[in-house]
């Protein structure tokens, strides 16, 4: 798996060009939640598209139009290892624990997430997750 190691001002900007699909500094810039300066974002894209290979970049007219060669889902995997690893010591369990705690637990979402595990389930991929959490246990318990 390629690993990507890309900064949370990155990422920022590369989820904007998923939601356009394409797009020019200007239209960046002009979807970012704060401001920063053309240039900042200019050299930030350049990076992202010359350097860390993630977007492509082609010339029309007098401007760049980035386009991501990576997929959320690509990105996404990169950096959940990352955090599994360095954070949690390569243990998911804890990791998944840590990031459900976080949130109000629902019966809808702990549906999903048995789903989840059922169908890593199905297609052979063991984890110490996988194999250590029953699917009938309760994941956490809910207050009513």
């Known amino acids: 798996m390629t690993r990507y190691r890309l900064t949370r001002y990155e990422l920022e900007l590369l989820n904007i060009l998923w939601q356009i699909g394409e797009g020019t500094v200007q239209d960046v810039s002009n979807r970012l939640t704060r401001d920063l300066a053309y240039t900042t974002v200019m050299t930030t894209l350049n990076l992202l598209a010359i350097r860390k290979k993630v977007l492509v ?14 997929t959320r889902e690509e ?18 369990p804890e990791l ?6 976080e949130r109000q637990s629902d019966e809808r979402a702990e549906i999903i997430l048995r789903d989840a595990i059922e ?18 246990a309760p994941l956490i318990e809910t207050q009513t």
């Open 57 to 70: 970049r082609e010339k029309r007219g007098r401007a760049f139009v980035y386009r991501p060669i990576v």
């Open 75 to 92: 990105i996404s995997k990169t950096v959940l290892a990352e955090l599994t690893d360095v954070l949690f010591g390569n243990r998911l």
């Open 96 to 101: 998944v624990l840590n990031l459900w705690s």
């Open 119 to 136: 169908r890593v389930r199905a297609i052979g991929q063991t984890s110490e997750l996988v194999t250590t959490m029953p699917v009938s």
